[in-house]
């Protein structure tokens, strides 16, 4: 579907040429406040805005919306949206904004932004907005309400916020494409679909593409995507995508990504049960944001060079599939035993990251990956889980998560756990090995830090917050594209 547009207007609201209009209500400890245009509103329209709020006992809380028929037949708006916007801080206006396209149910709408007057604000409202109007569908017929096609802002001044609508629009196209990578049913998708599917879009977005096929890894020594795909009639692909901004600085920091992309994972031999197996179409959740996040560079003015490497295979118990006991040989080298198939995304990230590691020489090493269920248990649906042993960079994509609204809680790398991945016949063993060490997600990471060298080197484990059982707030039902929004906005901010 594609993105709605966003018009930006000096104009007063009430003269919009809409049939839905919508302004803000803030939360104040002397009631709910209404926005500086009700007045207009009420007149223009026949309307009492105050007394339908007190009706309906609103508080101003983010994300309440309080609907007012207009009464006049002849009048071309026909309903008025009085919508929550908390406190006003970013978090409350992306929610308020998110409200506010699934409660209008319209293809245009006009809405104020005299709600702030910070141009971050005016940017979490709008992404909240168009993250909110995402749909995704493999339905013979078209839903009842038309999707949203055009949103007018009317603002006093529409020059100061020009740049953070437009930061706003190339954020959610990432994060819809992002989702669509990630919703698209596991008989449509596999390695093969997703690498066309990044070399269309890179291609068109100023990024070059080389993709990997299995002959040009086995070459190559890839042996942990070779294994993980082995099972599958749809062979591995890695996807290597390249950003070199125009006028960047020599002095820049080289930034790799590296994603996982497991498009449909039933566990291999080590089968899962089939409730778990259900959701698994979004495995590849990672790998699609990073796909995402590199075709959106360009156009956010991304001033770094950046490389995605997206490691995509399908895991299935066929007949040539891994085997537990299994002995593989990653990229440069190293050795690994396959104790249980299911921890399969660490194999192909493994690889990835050697390759980061021996033949890009990045300054900075991140990998996002929907990598353990131990991770969601561990901090639920929320929040991805934060592996580095960098505190600057800690520090930073803390902070672009925060401002982002997709957070990262940092988690420790427990030095005393990685005995536990020790192998009698291999340099290390796929999972921990001593049954006393649970921490399952720590494990992960520090399985993969054996890959990355002496790199500046983050792991990301999403495998609550990627995928989400219901619309709630900004983050839609399915894939939610996590990791998009944070990694797009730290990005913004290196030189």
């Known amino acids: 579907m594609p993105l709605p547009q966003v018009h930006l207007s000096a104009e007063a609201l009430a003269t919009a040429d809409a049939e839905v209009l919508a302004t803000w209500v803030r939360r104040a400890d002397g009631g709910p406040v209404l926005g500086g245009g009700a007045a207009a509103l009420d007149e223009t329209f026949g309307v009492t805005l105050s007394a339908a709020l007190d009706r309906a006992a609103a508080k101003g809380e983010p994300g309440e919306v309080v609907e007012v028929p207009v009464p006049d037949p002849s009048a071309a708006v026909r309903r008025i949206l009085l919508v929550g916007i908390g406190d006003g801080g970013p978090t409350a206006l992306r929610r308020a904004g998110a409200a506010l396209a699934r409660r209008a149910k319209t293809p245009r709408f006009a809405t104020d932004t005299a709600l702030t007057s910070d141009a971050g604000g005016v940017r979490a409202h709008v992404e909240g907005i168009l993250l909110g109007s995402y749909r995704f569908s493999r339905r013979s017929k078209a839903p009842e309400d038309p999707p949203l096609a055009r949103v007018d802002l009317h603002m006093a001044s529409t020059r100061p916020f020009e740049q953070a609508v437009a930061n706003a629009s190339t954020t959610a196209a990432a994060v819809h494409l992002s989702r669509d990578l990630a919703n698209t049913p596991p008989n449509e998708k596999d390695p093969v679909w997703l690498a066309r599917q990044a070399t269309m879009r890179a291609r068109r977005n100023g990024v070059e593409v080389r993709v990997r096929d299995e002959r040009d890894l086995a070459d190559e020594g890839w042996g942990g995507v070779l294994g993980v795909g082995s099972g599958s009639a749809r062979p591995p692909r890695v996807i290597e995508l ?132 131990a991770a969601s248990m561990g901090l639920g649906r929320r929040h991805g889980a934060l592996y580095t042993d960098d505190d600057e960079l800690a520090e930073q994509l803390t902070a672009a998560g925060q401002a982002s609204g997709e957070r990262l809680w940092r988690m420790p790398l427990v030095e005393d756990y990685r005995p536990a991945l020790d192998s009698s016949v291999a340099d290390l063993a796929n999972i921990s090995r001593d049954p006393k060490v649970q921490g399952g997600s720590i494990v992960a990471a520090l399985f993969l830090r054996e890959f990355v060298g002496a790199r500046r080197w983050a792991h990301l484990d999403i495998a609550g917050p990627a995928r989400a059982e219901r619309d709630e707030h900004e983050v839609s039902k399915g894939g939610t594209g996590f990791g998009t929004r944070l990694l797009l906005r730290w990005l913004e901010g290196l030189r």
């Open 242 to 373: 390249r950003y070199r901004p125009s006028g960047g600085s020599t002095r820049s920091p080289h930034v790799v990504l590296v994603g996982k992309g497991i498009t449909f994972d039933s566990g291999g031999l080590s089968l899962k049960p089939r409730d778990a197996m259900v959701p698994m179409k979004t495995d590849m959740a990672a790998g699609g944001a990073v796909i995402a996040v590199m075709c959106a560079l360009q156009a956010a003015g991304v001033q770094v060079p950046v490389t995605g490497l997206v490691a995509a295979a399908e895991n299935m118990p066929g007949a040539s599939a891994l085997r537990p006991g299994d002995v593989i040989r990653h990229y440069g080298g190293r050795t690994v035993e396959v104790f249980n198939t299911d921890a399969e995304g660490r194999l192909v990230l493994a690889d990835a990251l050697a390759y980061a590691d021996e033949q890009l020489a990045p300054d900075i090493l991140v990998d996002l990956a929907t990598l353990t269920g």
